[in-house]
């Protein structure tokens, strides 16, 4: 094979296989460890971690630059990093979760995009509840027609609002990805 093929991986989780390169691990393991590489206020929840995780190893899995140990499969598989088998030229990407270097300005200092966070939880849990009464109203409409003239104006006002809420929710998150933040 006169050519490799490049893959481009999270560059913290190329590191910390590369300290492990001939021992087992699990997804477990190496998101501990991956977790210890995440400044204090940027962590990430252990689930998203290991689902992000998870599915590089998949991908790595997948053009032969690990394999699964001893066959296992399931909770707890344990797989084995060899880059030197599999051809593939692996080329590293920033991790979504480590912020850049202290050297470079942040767009966005921590207090700030936790503030973020927070605002982008509080859209979600009311455009949930604005769906939920805009779907009571229909119900009510549907179910007793004797209400509909009361009920119709209600539920056309709060499916404005469901409109409404969902366009501040995408404009946060849409700042949030600008500025690089998991959400």
């Known amino acids: 094979m006169d050519k490799f093929q490049s893959l481009q991986v999270d560059k913290t ?7 492990q390169a001939g021992n087992p691990f699990s997804t477990t393991a190496i998101r501990d460890l991956y977790v210890l590489e995440i400044p204090e206020g940027q962590q990430p929840g252990r689930n ?67 503030a973020l966070q927070e605002e982008l939880s509080q859209r979600r849990i009311e455009l949930v509840a604005s769906i ?7 119900r009510l409409y549907n179910k ?15 499916r404005e609002k469901s409109t409404k809420l969902l366009g501040q929710l995408r404009a946060v998150e849409s700042v949030i990805a600008k500025i690089g933040f998991p959400s």
């Open 13 to 19: 989780l190329i590191e910390l296989l590369q300290k």
């Open 48 to 114: 998203q971690l290991r689902k992000h995780i998870y599915r590089e190893l998949l991908r790595l899995e997948s053009a032969k630059v690990i394999e699964r140990h001893g066959r296992s499969t399931g909770r707890g598989c344990k797989f084995i990093f060899n880059p030197e088998l599999s051809g593939v030229e692996l080329e590293t990407k920033p991790s979504p979760f480590v912020a850049i270097d202290s050297h470079d300005e942040s767009p966005m200092d921590v207090k700030t995009q936790r």
């Open 132 to 138: 939920g009464e805009a779907e009571e109203y229909q």
């Open 144 to 158: 007793y027609p004797a209400l509909r003239g009361a009920v119709k104006e209600q539920y056309l006002e709060s």
